[in-house]
Nanobody, 125 residues
Framework: VQLQACGGGLVQARDSLRLSCAAS????????MAWFRQAPGKEREFVAA????????AYADSVKGRFTISRDNAKNTVYLQMNSLKPEDTAVYYC???????????????????WGEGTLVTVSS
């Protein structure tokens, strides 16, 4: 499985941005998906996760109420809608795929089998 994230860019605080992650292969609909991010000088952190069907979703406390994860299995794509962006959201955002439908360890990067190259989001104040 190859993952390709896109949609990053430079925005101002309180703006919105939507990230997309397109997956290759025929098994996308059976994979749980997630977004992680890594800010300069910081460790990678969990942002949001979604089960293979889309029925289960989870968010980091720092983005809850502002970010929404969704997926379109017909298009092999997962999205991250980011609203009310803050300068502290500045980071490289990565999408990841778990071959299982959902994991209780969704916050842990080690739960994921495939990673895409990141897309940079920069939020200016």
């Amino acid at each position: 499985v190859q993952l390709q994230a896109c949609g990053g860019g430079l925005v101002q605080a309180r703006d919105s941005l939507r990230l997309s992650c397109a997956a290759s292969g025929r098994s996308f609909s059976s994979y749980a998906m997630a977004w992680f991010r890594q800010a300069p000088g910081k460790e990678r952190e969990f942002v949001a996760a979604i089960s293979s069907s889309g029925d289960n979703k989870a968010y980091a406390d720092s983005v809850k109420g502002r970010f929404t994860i969704s997926r379109d299995n017909a298009k092999n794509t997962v999205y991250l809608q980011m609203n009310s962006l803050k300068p502290e959201d500045t980071a490289v955002y990565y999408c990841a795929a778990d071959r299982g439908w959902w994991s209780t360890r969704y916050r842990q990067g080690s739960s994921y089998d495939y990673w895409g190259e990141g897309t940079l989001v920069t939020v200016s104040s």
